[in-house]
T-cell receptor, first 111, second 116 residues
């Protein structure tokens, strides 16, 4: 599974969009991009995943560049409850089921 | 609420002891995963079971073992405990059928183990 690089920390103002980048320059054609988050010491929570098209759900949007070497998770209107560590994971669906979590981005939402 | 239940939530024990952590997956989920999260290591995959059979193994120590029972609940047994085993232990479940991994894992709230 391809490696990912995320900034260790970011912050944004409450009510503004939070844009969390992830670099996965060695991604291969059949690898998906998954995003999870972990709010302080709680169990990680699935947010969204995609292959090459942009995806949106009730929590967030996922924008994947055309060359698929990077992606951005967008929380459109961040709230204080979005303060968490966000993990970007790249994985083939065929390479077993486990997800390997890196160090993620610690997002702090400011009032 | 993810639907995954873990017990106990907190556990304090001494070095050399043995503990059992229990996980009930979401109704209908066949796969159970165990992860360990300590302060200096992040989230580490330990082991996965699918419908009672071991499916994948990660960085699980020989002192640790797990099993999944016919009713699909799982237990993680930690023995000869050391100070370094102090961590949060998470269980997750997913509904996938073999070959159709969705990537969506549902995590429990974890069991916090403190070894003194």
């Amino acid at each position: 599974d391809a490696k990912t690089t995320q900034p260790p920390s970011m912050d944004c103002a409450e009510g503004r969009a939070a844009n969390l980048p992830c670099n996965h320059s060695t991604i291969s054609g059949n690898e998906y991009v998954y995003w999870y988050r972990q709010i302080h010491s709680q169990g990680p929570q699935y947010i969204i995943h995609g292959l090459k098209n942009n995806e949106t759900n009730e929590m967030a949007s996922l924008i994947i560049t055309e060359d698929r070497k990077s992606s951005t998770l967008i929380l459109p209107h961040a709230t204080l409850r979005d303060t968490a560590v966000y993990y970007c994971i790249v994985k083939k669906k065929s390479s077993g089921d486990k997800l390997t979590f890196g160090t993620g981005t610690r997002l702090a939402v400011r009032p | 609420d993810s639907g995954v239940t873990q017990t106990p939530k907190h556990l304090i024990t001494a070095t050399g002891q043995r503990v059992t952590l229990r996980c009930s997956p979401r109704s209908g989920d066949l796969s159970v995963y165990w992860y360990q999260q300590s302060l200096d290591q992040g989230l580490q995959f330990l082991i996965q079971y699918y419908n009672g059979e071991e499916r994948a193994k990660g960085n699980i120590l020989e002192r640790f073992s797990a099993q999944q029972f016919p009713d699909l609940h799982s237990e993680l047994n930690l023995s000869s405990l050391e100070l370094g085993d102090s961590a949060l232990y998470f269980c997750a479940s997913s509904v996938e059928v073999i070959g159709t991994f969705t990537g969506e894992l549902f995590f429990g709230e974890g069991s916090r183990l403190t070894v003194l």
